[in-house]
């Protein structure tokens, strides 16, 4: 089973760009879609972005679209989110993990592998 570790946050003010990374270890990191989520305080994990595990195919939350870019590099073992024009509403906690089981893309319960997140707070 694929195990996944992020970093990339810090505290930017709006309009700032951050790229997070999401490194992978056991399991053949080639084989899985990966997606990141985010979680602000009060709020329930919501979808950000996944990539297919070949990298040629994308989905976006609608709030992110033209914003944020997912990719990856297999050879790296590591999925990046560039993340550009931050809002604060961007705040949260965000996650990444390794699609596993048989639900919709954008379903939590879809992922395992959660590494512990990385916090990215926007100023306005």
């Known amino acids: 089973q694929v195990q996944l570790v992020e970093s990339g946050g810090g505290l930017v003010q709006a309009g700032a760009s951050l790229r997070l990374s999401c490194a992978a270890s056991?399991?053949?990191?080639?084989?899985?879609?990966i997606g990141w989520f985010r979680q602000a305080p009060g709020k329930e994990r919501e979808f950000v972005a996944r990539i297919n595990s070949g990298g040629d195919t994308t989905y976006y939350h609608d709030s992110v679209k033209g914003r944020f870019t997912i990719s990856r590099d297999n050879a790296k073992n590591t999925v990046y989110l560039q993340m550009n024009s931050l809002k604060p509403e961007d705040t949260a906690v965000y996650y990444c993990?390794?699609?596993?089981?048989?639900?919709?893309?954008?379903?939590?319960?879809?992922?395992?592998?959660w590494g512990q997140g990385t916090q990215v707070t926007v100023s306005s």
């Open positions: 056991g399991g053949t990191f080639s084989n899985y879609a």
């Open positions: 993990a390794a699609r596993t089981y048989t639900r919709t893309y954008y379903d939590p319960r879809a992922y395992a592998g």
